[in-house]
């Protein structure tokens, strides 16, 4: 009975030093994040930022964008983008999870709103503390912008593959239309792309560009019947 009392005992004490040594760290390095947030703001200013990308001739309205297009991202990008407040925490630990296993930091659980924290004021490198400054600044987005004005920004900013950078040069360069004459094919084909658009561009490659459009078909339909379930 001593014997399993001190086994249980040596047990918690390892689990409560590596859950400290686990607060330790991320405590580290949500401070650097602080410290790379406020050095972001203060080299591009969320405001002025925002009114440069409104201002060109290209930006697209979401009122101009067709509803099948805004649902298809929203589908295969942030199902929960309409309710949480920049950060899905659920993706965030299966993601964390994941980079755990795997001992990498391949997944982030990224939502729309951190896609474009990210875009507009960080690089793409995969650091701990630039993840904490995209979750500061996507708390700062929601708290200045609505939902449709995040959702614009982003796709007017993201890459969809072979130069084209925004929904409108994406739209006109691959099919030769504005955005609002999209089909729902084409409208699913630029929603996959930019998961991966120096893969998934058809110019590049028109056999995984089909199998992306299909899998934005079921994460759709997937989303469809959860909203059903969930009503």
Avoid at 59 to 77: C, G
Avoid at 155 to 181: L, M, Q
Wanted: aromatic residues 12%.
């Amino acid at each position: 009975m001593k014997v399993i009392k001190k086994t249980a005992l040596w047990i918690f004490r390892i689990g409560m030093g590596l859950a400290l040594a686990a607060v330790i760290i991320l405590g580290y390095f949500a401070v650097k994040g602080v410290i790379l947030y406020n050095d972001a703001m203060e080299e591009n200013p969320m405001e002025a930022t925002v009114e440069l990308i409104r201002q060109r001739e290209d930006f697209v309205l979401v009122t101009e964008l067709p509803e099948y297009y805004i649902n298809a991202v929203k589908a295969v990008e942030d199902r929960k983008f309409d309710t949480h407040c920049g950060i899905n925490l659920l993706s965030i630990g299966r993601a964390l999870w994941h980079d755990i296993r795997t001992l990498s930091f391949e997944q982030g659980g990224s939502t729309i709103t951190q896609q474009l924290a990210k875009n507009l004021f960080f690089t793409q490198e995969k650091r701990p503390e630039r993840k904490f400054a995209e979750i500061y600044a996507a708390f700062a987005l929601e708290k200045q912008y609505s939902k449709n004005e995040i959702f614009e920004l982003y796709v007017n900013t993201i890459y969809f593959g072979s130069g084209y950078y925004g929904i409108a040069a994406a739209a006109e360069g691959y099919y030769g239309k504005a955005p609002s004459e999209l089909t729902e094919y084409e409208c699913a084909m630029l929603a996959g792309l930019p998961n991966a658009p120096s893969a998934y561009s058809p110019d590049v490659s028109p056999e995984l560009a089909e199998q992306r459009t299909q899998q934005v078909f079921k994460a759709i339909e997937e989303w469809e019947t959860e909203k059903v379930i969930a009503t």
